[in-house]
């Protein structure tokens, strides 16, 4: 309370009263405290806070729309920095592609906003209608049309953030090539708010497609489904989209499913093909051949709402897996594009070793499957199991040539896990690029290089239902 007390004797109303807990979680269930949650109105403002709470070595962790599910956003006392109030949009200029956008703004605003003037977003993050850009990029959020559009840092061609001890810096901008120096941008794309603080960033856009047509190919098992899908990658194809639901998973949506299901399908490609009307009816035909051999069942709408139905169903799936016991536990693991079957495979016998359903989807045509296990929230001792197979899969996605995060970061969850993927001499390096940014430790701390999160801990937050 007396922090809180002096911070609005500083900022005035930007201080709220009390530190509501929307403030202190997100979306993996973990909740923290806090000494005084700001909502400040501009980058300048921010750059105040920052520097007030630097001189007085208070941690500072910043906070966007909360969508994270990895515990990026969750306190561990000193003040929540929400950027809520950045919601300006500061430039458009369509005739240019390019957008630039305070770190407080929507997605789903953002991508409206294009989209009247023809144009897109690419990106689809998650949660678009909570999530902001800011947090995107503090993230570097992907979503199903990575495969052809990149993740979000790829749209991102300048950025405006507060680094310690609190100076507003700006690093490329309205440019789309930028080689002079030290690529500072991409180090803060993802950095989880451990380095700096976005405040704006210009974004590229990209005409929006005239037609929009998606594929369901259904196939007997994992196996007939991975052959399917490494032939439309073989192909030379390029989806926009290009996703998998493994047995369990399908198993989940079953009921909901446009059109239904066909029996003995086990395995599901959704892909999607867009472009000019003829470059989408092409891509959607050689999306078939490729991804088709032996299927089981197509289902390739072509109507308006059918195309909305499907994408609907495929946002609705976490519901639907979470209907099934009441609680998952995921991973958002990487592993190179040929090995996704034995990834896929290996969830499955890591979940029978822990007497678990083990569960594979995702965005596999970037090797990115959301790997998890299926829990009841309320049995402790199934989230102790599940505990043990999140370390179970970690050690299958390194051991397969893989990552343990392709879009969700690391956030408290994954703490400590990065030394199982990278070589001391890379972590050391990433502890020293942390101390040049940050030299108190005051931003973010206890995210991206922390130690692993006790095991209690992870009990209590691992079901997220």
Known sequence: MELEQQLRAEFGDAVLAGTPSEYLSDVSRLSGRADAVVLPATAAEVAAVVR???????????????????????????????????????????????????????????????????????????????????????TNAGGPHAFKYGVVGDSVTGIEAVLAPGELVSVGGAIRKDVAGYDLKRLLIGSEGTLGIVTAAWLKLVPAPEAVLPVAIFHRGTREGCEGLLGIVGSGIVPAALDVLDAETLACGRASFPGGVPDGARFLILAEADGSHDEAERVRAELIEAGGAGALGIHAPRARESVAALWRWRAGL????????????????????????????????????????????????????????????????????????????????????????????????????????????????????????????????????????????????????
């Open 52 to 138: 007030w709470s630097y001189d007085r070595d208070v941690p500072i962790v910043p906070r966007g729309g909360g969508t994270g599910v990895a515990g990026g956003a969750v306190p561990d006392g000193g003040v929540v920095l929400a950027l809520d109030r950045l919601d300006r949009v500061r430039s458009f200029e369509p005739e240019l592609w390019r957008i630039e956008v305070e770190a407080g703004v929507r997605t789903a605003r953002l991508q409206q906003l294009v989209r009247e003037s023809g144009l897109m977003f690419a990106p689809d993050p998650g949660a678009t209608e909570q999530s902001q850009i800011g947090g995107n990029i503090a």
């Open 318 to 465: 976490s519901f639907a897996i979470l209907a099934r016991r009441g609680g998952v536990v995921t991973d958002d693991i990487v592993v190179p594009l040929d090995r996704v079957e034995e990834a896929m495979n290996g969830t499955l016998a890591i979940g029978r070793r822990h007497g678990l359903i083990g569960i594979s989807f995702g965005h596999a045509g970037d090797g990115n499957l959301h790997s998890g296990f299926l829990v009841a929230p309320g049995d402790p001792d199934e989230l102790e199991r599940a505990a043990g197979a999140l370390d179970d899969l970690i050690e299958l996605a390194v051991g397969l040539g893989g990552s343990i995060s392709g879009e969700h970061g690391l956030g408290v969850l994954k703490g400590g896990q990065l030394a199982r993927q990278w070589s001391p001499r890379a972590i050391a390096l990433h502890e020293e690029i942390k101390r040049l940014f940050d030299p108190k430790n005051l931003l973010n701390p206890g995210k991206k290089l922390p130690g692993p999160l006790p095991a209690g801990e992870r009990m209590r937050v691992a079901a997220r239902s």
